[in-house]
Nanobody, 115 residues
Framework: QVQLVESGGGLVQLGGSLRLSCAAS????????MSWYRQAPGKQRELVAA???????NYADSVKGRFTISRDNAKNTVYLQMNNLKPDDTAVYYC?????????WGQGTQVTVSS
């Protein structure tokens, strides 16, 4: 059974930084695409960033240049470094393994950016 456990969320001021972590267990980690999604109140869930097993990355336009996704296959962990945070980044952030109908989701971690 796949388990994805996020951590690192919290309350931060405008312009601050946070680092989210997602530890995976019960699954083969290294060959899978790992992603971070987010959902703000009243908005649809959106892809924030993704990293392939080989380390290729892609980002939502709204976070390019501010967020960095990375993975440590030895630790079965994916990270999201978030810098220069804005109130619009306030959301629940979800770690996701895989793509399409084969995705597995974590429980989410709240990120709140105050102005």
């Amino acid at each position: 059974q796949v388990q994805l456990v996020e951590s690192g969320g919290g309350l931060v001021q405008l312009g601050g930084s946070l680092r989210l972590s997602c530890a995976a267990s019960g699954t083969v980690f290294s060959g899978n695409v790992m992603s971070w999604y987010r959902q703000a109140p009243g908005k649809q869930r959106e892809l924030v960033a993704a990293v392939t097993g080989g380390g290729s990355t892609n980002y939502a336009d709204s976070v390019k240049g501010r967020f960095t996704i990375s993975r440590d296959n030895a630790k079965n962990t994916v990270y999201l470094q978030m810098n220069n945070l804005k109130p619009d980044d306030t959301a629940v952030y979800y770690c996701v393994k895989g793509v399409g109908p084969f995705r597995s989701w974590g429980q989410g971690t709240q990120v709140t950016v105050s102005s």
